[in-house]
């Protein structure tokens, strides 16, 4: 069973490095990576942000999937179990809301937030079973964060929480979940 999943991460870094490239802007011409882009005055594309949540199983019918979003719009989503399309899906969204992402994150104090989130972690004391786990990583303006949060953790921040949301909302997954 371990080879499966080792060739399912494989595919999804293949397929999510080739839409990132045939979804990207073209690089503007100029001094400066971070000048405006030839196109119409928009800004560029930071290629280094990279957005990935997990959504792990529950006790119940708890959508399992996971999405990666980068710093082009590209949206890269598996759904394994409880969602309306199992397997790879892809969309776009506008660069613009990737950036706008990143400040709310940032804004919502994510890089600041424990790595963990779990049972027997502190911070965690009080714990419920049988609910779900997400696990989400940003890459982003030169900082990187991995926080794994299982939502039976009562003392998690109630923020954490709405920014897994939002996460969620900009990749617009509920196309795919909703079965």
Known sequence: MTRPRAWTRAF???AS???AAACARPASPGPSAAGPSAAAG???????VRITLERGPCFGSCPVYSVTLDGSGAVLFEGRRFVADTGISTGKVPPARIDSLVAELAAGGYFDFADRYRAG???CERYATDLPSVITE???????????HDHGCMEA???LTTL??????????AKWIKH
């Open 12 to 14: 999804l870094a293949a």
């Open 121 to 123: 972690e502190p911070g």
């Open 17 to 19: 490095a080739s839409l």
């Open 138 to 148: 940003v890459r982003a303006g030169g900082r990187s964060k991995r926080i794994e």
């Open 157 to 159: 921040p109630q923020a």
């Open 164 to 173: 897994e949301g939002r996460i969620d909302s900009v990749a617009g997954v």
């Open 42 to 48: 928009q800004p560029p594309v930071d290629s280094a």
